[in-house]
């Protein structure tokens, strides 16, 4: 046919339209759907410039999540980018294995500075000192402090934009307690919040886990976090985490506070963090061969609005009626704009808000205006409707569009969840034995198997799954515990121990 034929030829001319497949080369994919408009490559290694499509999308969860903080009496606050070497040395087991990734300052111009100055990869030693000369009393707890800020990582293995970045922005939540149930109480509290982020505005399902000693960040005493799943490449993703550090920064900082019989006693701390990763999971999960898949309640753009004008209709009555939906669906609280651009064609315009994974596209046109015309004025009563995430066209009434394209929406946010979730379901796999494990990491699964919890078999399943595609490791133990029928003997599947708990293990990011 001659109109497929020209859309093909404006394709090529345009360059729009992806040149790799999700399934055939998911890296090359990855980095084309991200450079469309999220992403700018800059000539520094692994930074990246985050341009307004996806900044927009780190803005929306931002506003969830620091209201719910504040919720929670957690209060904003910012400190320096800078430490300095005797702080950031301080304590010595937390930074022991991360030393290879501090980036350091030595100059100022081209003289080199007489001490050089560390930039920060996390606040912890940032922080504390002043945790310790604010806390005196009972009265001074909890302090509860949170920032929004970037952090260096000189990170040497291979960069992917969002996903390991040199440089990052996040969320760092720093909290001391007089009490450890305190602490124990807000670590789940703040885990549920990560949740959320990835299930109610992301519609990526995760795993709620607590992780083994060897994974757990080592500074604390234990680190929960939410885990996530790439069905294409078999990978793991922590998507953010939440420590009780214990008494172990306190100890180092000297954190101390008298408690209400005067006695001396030590503060229990947490931190918390979320980052940009939450993006380029969301992009892994839900994009398609035609581009970004946006879930509504995270996309900046909503929906779409594009007339679609024909020789002998009224242009002005079109692009009249394109403004005034966009205005109806703004004012009931709908992220919505036109395209009104006159120098792209309407498939054009098209194929560009389904790269850039617009939820919803509404095409205005004189078809529509066709049905509803009265002589010589227009009245558009007609609209249609087209899903980004499964292409379904609908025809739905003007006068009460609003409802309609809310649940349209709806639909839309709750079919993508749906659907990554069946995707992450159908590559778990339960293993109870070693064979077992190594093949259901050949497909590349996402594998439960019961679990010893010996650190030192832990290091085993690494040594024996090392090769070109890198080792397996434990993603989490699930908070929600299977049964495990102890009593009935269940046995560790890589030591053949009795097992002491179900655990997520797999490749990971
Ligand atoms: C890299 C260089 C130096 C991770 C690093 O997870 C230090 C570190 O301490 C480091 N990479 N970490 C662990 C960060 C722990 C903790 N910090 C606050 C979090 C949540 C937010």
Redesign the pocket.
Same mark, same amino acid.
């Given at each position: 046919m001659a109109g497929g034929k020209k859309k093909k030829e404006v394709k090529k001319e345009t360059g729009l339209g992806l040149s790799f497949k999700k399934d055939e080369n998911f890296g090359e994919w990855y980095s084309e759907v991200v450079h469309g408009e999220m992403i700018e490559y800059y000539d520094i290694s692994g930074c990246y410039i985050l341009r307004p499509w996806s900044m927009g999308i780190w803005e929306i969860m931002q506003v969830f999540f620091d209201a719910e903080i504040k919720k929670m009496k957690i209060k904003n606050c910012y400190f320096p980018l800078f430490v300095s070497s005797s702080v950031l040395e301080k304590e010595k087991d +937390?930074?022991e294995g991360? #030393?290879p990734?501090?980036a350091w300052v030595t100059k100022s111009g081209k003289s080199d500075l007489e001490i050089p100055i560390a930039i920060r990869?996390? =606040?912890?030693t940032v922080m504390y000192p002043y945790f310790s000369k604010w806390i005196r009393g009972h009265r001074d707890l909890p302090l509860k402090l949170n920032q929004w800020c970037n952090v260096v990582?000189w990170e040497f293995s291979n960069p992917t934009p969002f996903i390991r970045s040199r440089e990052f922005l &996040?969320q760092?939540? +720093?909290t001391a307690f007089a009490t450890k149930e305190e602490a124990d109480e807000e670590v789940l509290q703040v885990l549920e919040l990560y949740r959320r982020i990835y299930e109610e505005f992301l519609a990526i399902p995760v795993i709620k886990g607590k992780k083994s000693e060897m994974e757990k960040?080592a500074?604390g005493l234990y680190t929960t976090s939410v885990e996530a799943f790439i069905p294409n490449t078999g990978r793991g993703v922590q998507g953010a985490?939440s +420590?009780c550090l214990g008494q172990n920064f306190a100890k180092m900082f000297e954190i101390n506070f008298e408690n209400e019989k005067g006695e001396k006693g030590m503060v229990w701390q947490n =931190? &918390? #963090?979320y980052s940009t990763r939450t993006i380029g999971v969301m992009v892994m999960v839900h994009g398609d061969d035609k581009g970004l898949v946006l879930p509504p309640k995270v996309a900046s753009v909503q929906v779409v609005v594009v007339p679609v004008p024909y020789k002998d209709a009224d242009t002005q009555g079109i692009l009249d009626a394109c403004t005034a939906t966009v205005e109806t669906l703004s004012e009931a609280g709908i992220r919505a704009e036109s395209d009104l651009r006159d120098n792209y064609s309407p498939g054009w315009k098209y194929s560009q808000w389904e790269m850039k994974g617009v939820p919803l596209r509404i095409e205005i046109g004189p078809k529509d205006l066709a049905n509803n015309q009265v002589r010589d004025r227009i009245l558009v009563v007609c609209v249609r409707c087209v899903r980004r995430d499964n292409g379904s066209k609908s025809d739905i009434k003007r006068d009460n569009l609003v409802e309609q394209v809310k649940t349209l929406l709806d639909n839309i946010q709750q079919s993508l969840l749906d659907a990554a979730k069946q995707k992450r379901d159908a590559s778990v796999q339960v293993v109870k034995t070693w064979d077992e494990f190594k093949d259901a990491l050949a497909q590349k699964k996402m594998i439960l198997a019961p679990w010893c919890d010996e650190e030192e078999v832990e290091k085993d399943v690494k040594e024996r799954t090392r090769g070109e595609m890198g080792a397996a490791k434990s993603l989490c133990s699930p908070l929600e515990q299977p049964e495990l029928p102890e009593g009935a003997g269940t046995i560790c599947f890589a030591s053949g121990k009795p097992a002491k708990k179900w655990t997520y293990w797999g490749r990971s990011y």
């Open positions: +937390h930074i991360f #030393a990734e501090v990869p996390t =606040s912890e990582r &996040w760092e939540g +720093h960040f500074g985490t +420590h =931190s &918390w #963090a």
